[in-house]
Each structure stands twice: as structure tokens, then as C-alpha cells.
């Protein structure tokens, strides 16, 4: 092999090598960059929706003189009063809610806690975004009706079979926020219920919150 010959093949060589730097470097770029989008769009949604706005402390729960306690949300501007004989527990931009002491933080530690057919389970969510969960409705066909909340007219589907009593609250906006409310409890808790619809009669929206 002539010189010139050797001198063309170590260019060629050489040209080849970058190439396969440069091929390797735009692959390395192209999965971080891939990287980065999964993180930000999918690693931080927790919920089917989420509380896009910054959120603010929620200040304990103040007690009254008639039993009750007033859990007052500063992030979505609404508070609500309830037996102060309950426990509640927060995550991200649900209330877990109920008569059941040990209920919300089992749930909320990753137990699976035992139902009690003599307590009351409520589960408040919040969002600035349209709000639709998906859960398993028990037999019977559901009582849909209207209901005022805090001066806003909400969506009522419930579900009341001689056993379980079932009940979704949708179609709840106040201000910029989207609300849904669950409840689970027996039939034969007539108390509990008449405490859950004091709950949802106690709401209160927007700048009466804060005043």
C-alpha cells in the first residue's frame, strides 16, 4: 500500500470515528431530553387530577361550642364544619373524612383498613381541573336530584339499597374549582348520615372563607 493510500484510509478512519461520536452524543442528548419529559409530564401525576395552583398551609381545624370543628382550605377558599368527635386527613387535594378514628391514616399510610359497617367514610376532592372518578356503584338505581352547596347547585346520585347507602356529589363548581364528594356508609347510621348532611350544608365558598 502506497503512502497516499495509507494516508487516505487513516482519514477515513478517523472520519469514521467521529461520525460514531457524533451519532453517539445526539443518542445520548435525544434520552435525556426524553428523560426530562417523562419526569415532568407523567412521574408527578398522582390522581387522574391534580391542584395546579401553588398551595398554601391549611391552618388546624378551629373547634366551637357546639362540637364541631371548621377545616378551613386557603389553596381553593372553602371550609366546611364537622363532629369534632371525627378524624380527618389530608393528601395532595383530597379530605379523607371519618367517624372511623384510624381510617384515614391507615388508608393514607398504604393499609388497607377493615370497613365498618357502624361508621361513615367521606372523601372530599379538589381541583382546578374538571374532576371524574371511576368507582363501583352498589345495586340498585340511583336518586339523582339537585342540591345547593354554599350557594352553588351541585349534582346528587344516590344510592340506597335497604343496606348500603352510596352518594356522589359532581357537577360542583365554585369559583375556579371543580369539587366532588363521596360518602359511604350503612343505612342503618342514621345519625351519621344526618351528620354528613350538616357537613355538606356547613360549606361555604370564595371570600366568605377568608372574611
Not at 55 to 63: D, F, L, N, Q, S
Not at 76 to 99: G, K, M, R, V
Request: aromatic content about 12%; hydrophobic content about 35%; glycine content about 4%.
Amino acid at each position: 500500500m502506497s503512502k497516499k493510500e495509507k494516508t487516505e484510509t487513516k482519514k477515513k478512519s478517523k472520519y469514521h470515528i467521529r461520525g460514531i461520536w457524533a451519532v453517539t452524543i445526539i443518542f445520548i442528548i435525544c434520552a435525556l431530553f426524553g428523560a426530562l419529559v417523562w419526569y415532568f409530564v407523567f412521574s408527578e401525576t398522582k390522581n387522574s387530577f391534580s391542584l395546579i395552583i401553588p398551595e398554601k398551609p391549611t391552618p388546624t381545624p378551629t373547634e366551637n361550642k357546639e362540637g364541631l370543628k371548621t377545616y378551613t382550605n386557603l389553596s381553593a377558599l372553602f371550609s366546611f364544619d364537622y363532629p369534632d368527635t371525627w378524624t380527618l386527613a389530608e393528601q395532595h387535594n383530597t379530605i379523607h373524612l371519618s367517624s372511623d378514628l384510624d381510617y384515614p391514616k391507615k388508608y393514607l399510610s398504604g393499609e388497607i383498613p377493615t370497613i365498618k359497617e357502624t361508621e361513615i367514610y367521606i372523601q372530599i376532592h379538589f381541583s382546578n381541573q374538571t374532576i371524574d372518578i371511576s368507582r363501583e356503584a352498589p345495586p340498585g338505581k340511583p336518586k339523582i336530584t339537585n342540591l345547593p352547596i354554599g350557594g352553588v347547585t351541585a349534582k346528587r346520585v344516590t344510592y340506597n339499597n335497604g343496606t348500603d347507602f352510596q352518594e356522589i356529589i359532581q357537577n360542583l363548581k365554585a369559583g375556579d374549582f371543580y369539587f366532588l364528594i363521596t360518602c359511604d356508609t350503612k343505612t342503618k347510621n342514621a345519625d351519621k348520615i344526618e351528620a354528613y348532611n350538616k357537613i355538606l350544608a356547613s360549606f361555604k365558598f370564595g371570600k366568605e372563607v377568608i372574611e
